[in-house]
């Protein structure tokens, strides 16, 4: 079965510096692989997905990017956080289908 | 367009009593998956329960369990004999054929209280 391996669990970054959240799967080939923000007690919010490598579409403008440098990593990136990048990033994957996701264990990060 | 609602945001209920969550979803489509997923508290997201949309049988697994009205487009969860470690955030989520990626419903926070 799959497995997301996603990193750092906690962030604390100051207003205007970079970001680079990663996430890496192991034990499936040619994933689709997503990004969702979640504010506390709300639901997921997709902000990327991926059904290739080098391939990434977007569902909300904002001041993130993704990029899927290999086939099982999906890395979320900010050249300057804002305040309201504050929340709970995570990372998920599933096989081609009608299949369920299998999510990481996801990203505190707040911007001070 | 595709849509899952889930129209209790909180429900509390005791120890050791059944609950359903409601979710009611929107498509055009035929051939689907409906899913459960759980939040506790640590925001770990685990599938808890799924439903094919040609199998008219629902779906168990241990004390949980579906009610699906695919005319209705409705797919409750059942929690029978609740436990204080069921206490999260209940998702209801959606794929269709012609997608990649699943829609979601606002979530249920549920308590079980002692």
């Known amino acids: 079965s799959q497995t997301i391996h996603q990193w750092p669990a906690t962030l604390v970054q100051p207003v205007g510096s970079p970001l680079s959240l990663e996430c890496t799967v192991e034990?499936?080939?040619?994933?689709?692989l997503y990004w969702y923000r979640q504010a506390a007690g709300r639901g997921l919010q997709l902000l990327f997905y991926?059904?290739?490598?080098?391939?990434i579409s977007s569902e909300v403008p904002q001041n993130l990017s993704a990029s899927r440098p290999q086939d099982r990593q999906f890395i979320l990136s900010s050249k300057k956080l804002l305040l309201s990048d504050s929340g709970f990033y995570l990372c998920?994957?599933?096989?081609?289908?009608?299949?369920?996701?299998?999510f990481g264990q996801g990203t505190r990060l707040t911007v001070v | 367009a595709q849509t899952v609602t889930q129209s209790q945001p909180e429900m509390s209920v005791q120890e050791a009593e059944t609950v359903t969550l409601s979710c009611t979803y929107d498509?055009?489509?035929?051939?689907?998956?409906l899913f459960w997923y759980k939040q506790p508290p640590s925001r770990q997201m685990i599938l808890v329960i799924r439903?094919?949309?040609?199998k008219q049988q629902n779906a168990t697994e241990n004390r949980f369990s579906v009610n699906f009205q695919k005319a209705a487009k409705s797919f409750s969860l059942k929690i029978s004999d609740s436990q204080l470690g069921d206490t999260a955030m209940y998702f209801c989520?959606?794929?269709?054929?012609?997608?990649?990626?699943?829609?979601w419903g606002a979530g249920t926070k549920l308590i079980i209280k002692p």
């Open positions: 998920a994957c599933k096989t081609g289908g009608n299949t369920e996701a299998f």
């Open positions: 034990g499936t080939s040619n994933p689709n």
């Open positions: 991926s059904v290739g490598i080098g391939q």
């Open positions: 498509t055009s489509e035929n051939n689907y998956y």
């Open positions: 439903q094919e949309a040609y």
């Open positions: 989520a959606f794929i269709g054929d012609s997608n990649y990626q699943l829609i």
